[in-house]
Every structure is written in C-alpha cells, then in structure tokens.
C-alpha cells in the first residue's frame, strides 16, 4: 500500500533528449522535502502532502523548470536522495532506481485511491490520444 512517484513514461523529461541540469527538494524557504525524519512503525515526523503538494523542482540544461507534485494524499516516507547526486537516474531508470519518493496513503484511503489509477492499457490510451490531438 505504498506509493513510488516516479517520472511518467510521457514526461517531456524523458521524451525529449533533455540533461537534467538540477534537483531540488527545496520547496519554499520554510520546506524542504529533505528536512523529512520519519521514525518508527506509525511513521511519526513524516510530511504529510497533499495532491497537490510539490514534491521536487527539475531543472533542465535548456532552461525548462518541471514542478513535480505528489498526486496522492499521505505520509512522505523517504526521498531519494541519490538523484541529487547522479541526476540520470532519473532517465535512465525512472521506474527502479530514478524514483522521486515513496508515500504513503492513509490506510481508509488507499483502496479508493488506487480504484482512481489508470492501468498501463489505459494509460497507454491516454498518450495515444493526447499524441494525436497534438498533431
């Protein structure tokens, strides 16, 4: 009942040939995503986030900025913080070892949230469509 937010397979990121000039898991002057301390089995000193909660900043090398948000209501558990170090990971393994970070869902919520998810067919049916409706 955990949750990796992970890039996007369709994530100008990882689409269009982009370096990744910079992380940042500062998200104001008061929030810092790395200033999370999580200890015990309740998870007690997690951040909790919102859907709409900004998780991280991306940079680009061309000057494009990504604001990548949590999508889902719950506890942060831990960031990665080997991304801000090797950057690629990012692209070159977005699903495995480039994750963003790890939440996790109320225990009421869950169930309902993942009845929202897309499945990989259904997903690939969005991009299908959002492609053609581009061209």
């Known amino acids: 009942r955990i949750c990796v937010i992970t890039l996007a397979e369709a994530h100008p990121l990882l689409q ?10 500062q998200i104001s002057a008061n ?5 999370n301390k999580v200890s015990g089995k309740s998870k007690r000193g997690a951040q909790f986030l919102t859907e709409l909660a900004p998780l991280c900043r991306i940079s680009s090398s061309d000057g494009e900025e990504y604001t990548i948000y949590s999508c889902i209501r719950g506890r ?5 913080e080997n991304i801000l170090s090797n950057p690629t990971l990012l692209q070159e393994k977005p699903s495995t070892e480039g994750y963003i970070a790890v939440v996790l869902p109320k225990f009421e919520e869950s169930k309902s949230i993942t009845q929202g998810l897309l499945t990989q067919k259904e997903y690939e049916e969005v991009l299908l469509k959002r492609r053609s409706s581009t061209s």
């Open 31 to 35: 929030c810092s995503r790395l200033q």
């Open 76 to 80: 942060l558990i831990e960031v990665n």
């Open 16 to 25: 269009s040939g982009k370096t990744i000039k910079n992380i940042n898991y």
